[in-house]
Every structure is written in C-alpha cells, then in structure tokens.
C-alpha cells in the first residue's frame, strides 16, 4: 500500500534479489547523483542536486495536489539516505527513482503553487560537480495555473529512445523465431516500483515495493518450475509501471491469471491487523477497511506524478458486462481456492477475503486478484515478510492454487486459455 503522508526517498536502489539486477545495457554509463539539497525560504527555494556528468532535462509542474516533475535519462541515485524525506520553503519533500528504462523522475511535492523560476544545469566550475538547479517562486493559484502551460525546455523524450535504442541493439543478436508458446500466461504483478515505494511503514530498508518485488521473483521461479505456464512479470526491477499499463500486461498476454502481490500497513493508532487478505474487484468496497486499501493503492498513478484517467476499453460495449461478469466469477473461485491452499501455511487476515475499487484490478477478460501478503506495520507480519522460509512456504501455497486453478479451467475450455 501507499502511506500518502510519508515521502521518504528510497535509501539506495539496491534491489531485494540478485535476480533484480536486470538493468538496462549502459547503466554503467549513466549519470551518478551524489547528493541533493534544498536552500531558500517559502517564497524562494532552490533545488540542488550534484551530478557526475551534465544531463538533460525536462520539468513542468502539476496540480491538485501541488507538483514539480523533473524527468532525466537513467540516473544512478547514490544520495544520503533520507534525504527528501524532510522539505524547506516550498518544497514539502520530494522523491525520486528509475521510472522507466534509460529514465528517472524526482517529484517535488510542493506546500502551496508555485513556478519554476529557472532550471539549469551548471556544468563543473571552481572544485563544483556538475549540478541541476532548480528554482520555485511562490505565486498564487491563478498565475500556478497559467504558468502549466508546456515549456520550452531540453526535452528528455530523444534521451530516452537513445537509452531504448540501445537497449534493442544489445537485444539484437536475432535469434532464430522459435515456435509459438501456447502455454497459458499467469501475470504477476510485484505492486509499486521506482519512484512510488509503496508503503514504508516497516523502516526505510524493508520498503514495499522491495519486498514484493522478492516474493514476486520467488514466485515466479516456484510457477516456472512445472514447465506448465509462461510466467510474465509487469517488473523484474526497480521500475515505476503506472496502473493501467499493468492491466495492459494482462490483457495484451490474453493472461490466464493476473495476480498482484502487496504489502499492507496501518497507521499508528489504527489497531493491529495481520495476516495476509486476498482482494478482487467490486464496485463497492466490502468495508471501510478495503476502501482505505483501495484508496492508496490507486494513488500509485498520482506518486508517479502523473494521474491517468480509466482507460477506455477496447472491448465492445455489448460483451463487455457479459465477459466482466464471467471474469469476476473466475476471480472469486481462484480467490477462494487461493485462500483454501494459503490457510495451511500463512497465517490469513480475520476476513481473508474481500473486494473494493482496485484499479490493476480492472481487465475485464482476466481473472485477477491482489495479495496483501501481511501488515509490515504488525511486528510478527513483518518478521515473516523478511524471511526466506515464510517466504518460500508462501510461494509453495500460492503456486498449488494456482495449479489447481489452471487445471480446473483447462480441464472445461482446452488450451489457449
Ligand atoms: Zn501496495
């Protein structure tokens, strides 16, 4: 989940799992930042942050809530652990990370409207490292509202098809085409990622989106296994993947399964749950408490920096309610088989099953679930969450029902979904 008050910026980009490391080709090249800081008062602040090399650029601000976007190639974030976490002047706090391969994003979380002033880059001079500059100006809503307008700023957009580009020229080698896999897909979709770290309610080092991101590797290997189905990941990095490209992965692998993997939280004084609770769709949320968890985990779009309104269907209206209406059917039967394996092995939340408005949620040709797998909020939660043998009891669990799951599909519909 997403603790919408907390804005710690990651402690270091190392990924939870050796398998994470599955960077793109010339990260070895890419910028490093080193430090970051924040100078000024609330009507003048100015952000600093030191680099090894000159980047491009592009920055452009948002509103509701109040934003500053700085999009850069691939940067190699080294800074002070903590840092972000605490803002100055205008800046309430900001955060950043890899959102893409060959581009990163540092978000500015802003205490009222204000313009950018001036950004540059400083290129090295007098003992200085090279630095990006930027300077927000107090204004009022209105002037905030002009100043939204798109500006003539280096853009970022050739550096990064530079960094794809290269990516595919290291990909190239063409290997001859192989026959089709026709096996059925199960997608698995490790919640978060990149500049969005999920909820941090654990401490700085176990943050969510790390954590999933293991139990999703862990996953995976344990599905694979069978030889039975293709395993597709939405992420096998620290990468932010924005909601509705997530459902995309579902439904452009026309998937069997899609399955995102959470971590839940409450804040202090909201009592002490645990155990793991397994969510589908609904358009009404089953409790309070489903609706809160719904709530943050769709501000992942607005972490990202930019929110993305629902995404037409491509599904013609007319089957749409039809086909909806047999998905979620599949979505409760595998729901209630996963609860079924889980509960031998995991302890499962007092009312493991539930629905509410979860945007990954949404194929309407995908049978789809989302696992909180626990409270990193709860002490003896977490203490499972970061440990490999919970971890691969829970993996095991998880990989019988789906099995038991496809089995019964395959069984009534043949292959091929
Ligand atoms: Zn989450």
Known sequence: MVAPSSAQAPASQAPASPAAIASPAGVSDSPIASDARLAGDAKQTRFILDLDKAVQFRAFALADPYRVIVDLPQVNFQLPAGVGGAGRGLVKAFRYGVVMPGGSRI?????????????????AAN????????????VDRTAFVQSLAPENRPELRPAIAEANAAVARA???AAPPSPPDKRPVIVIDPGHGGVDNGTEAGGADVMEKNLVLSFGLALRDRIEKSGKYR???????????????????????????????????????????????????????????AERLADAENKSDAIGGVSLADEPTEVADILIDLVQRE?????????????????NTVRMHK?????????????????????????VSNKADLEHLVSENWRSRTVGSMAQAIDAFLAKRLATTGPGK
């Open 171 to 173: 990909d190239a080698p």
């Open 327 to 343: 998905t979620k059917t599949f979505s409760n039967r595998f729901a209630r088989m996963l609860m079924g394996e889980m509960k």
């Open 231 to 289: 395993v597709v990941m939405t992420r096998t990095d620290d990468t932010f993947i924005a909601l509705p490209d997530r459902v995309k992965v579902a439904r452009s692998e026309a998937a069997a399964l899609f399955i995102s993997i959470h971590a839940d939280a409450l804040a202090r004084g909201e009592g002490d749950a645990r155990g793991a609770t397994i969510y589908t769709l609904s358009d009404k949320a089953t409790d309070s408490d």
């Open 127 to 138: 003992g200085q490292p090279p630095r990006l500059v930027l300077e927000f100006e107090e």
């Open 351 to 375: 009312h493991p099953l539930k629905s509410a408005g979860f945007r990954v949620l949404k194929a309407p040709d995908v049978p789809s679930v989302l696992v909180e797998l626990g409270y």
């Open 107 to 123: 978000v500015f979380e802003l205490t009222g409207p204000a313009r950018i002033a001036k950004s540059y880059v400083l290129e």
